[in-house]
């Protein structure tokens, strides 16, 4: 479906020219002042007069719905999204299967990082979660895979399935792509139980 805010972007510079040629006359014409405050507002009511005219409620572009939303327009708009179904699958026989997920709130920012470990037959074995002071996405998931390896091997747990909602992380340790120097050093030392380890790991949304 066409997004129909980027009819609204298109005609917004004309506005602003506009209201711009009406104050620069009003005040060499009337010898009356217009503030720039006045302009951006005359421009504003502009864009909520045209913004429905322009049927803004059908899906738009998450970048879109972020515009609309400083502006006061977002309303009843629809940001489309990517719905998946996640179902969790037994491990081989003799493996456990461990969900990891890491996050700073900002990315960066503080960040936090948890998850379960299970048996085959879907019997709770333990569960995590730590906090790793200030770093990103990336950082926070790398470290907390390492751990929760290092948590498994200390266990007597070395057949492991682990599932992680990092793709980049994933496929770094897999070698389908590359790994940022910013992670480097946890993504090393998780090589390093891989190879003393049985370990897959793989990427779930």
Known sequence: MRDHFLTLTGIT?????WEIWLARNT???DGVAV??????SKV??????????????????RTSAKALDSLGL????IIPRHVA????????????KVNVDGSALGNPGSSR??????????NFLFAFFSGYGFGSNGRVETKAIW????????????????????KVVVDSLNRQGAISWALWYWWARIKALMTSMEVSISYSP
Do not use: Y
């Not at 049927?55 to 738009?60: A, E, I, N, Y």
């Not at 751990?147 to 990092?166: H, I, W, Y």
């Open 13 to 17: 510079p004309s506005i602003i020219f």
């Open 113 to 122: 990082g948890g998850g379960v470990g299970r048996s085959g037959d879907r």
């Open 147 to 166: 751990a929760r390896l290092s948590l498994c091997r200390d266990l007597g747990f070395n057949k492991v399935e682990l599932v992680s909602d990092s």
């Open 27 to 29: 005040d060499r014409m």
């Open 44 to 61: 504003t009511r502009w864009i909520h007069v045209l913004a429905p005219l322009l049927s803004l409620q059908p899906s738009v572009r």
């Open 35 to 40: 503030s720039a405050l006045k302009v951006i």
């Open 74 to 77: 977002l309303g009843n708009v």
């Open 85 to 96: 179904m996640i179902k969790w699958t037994r491990p081989p026989p003799g493996w456990i």
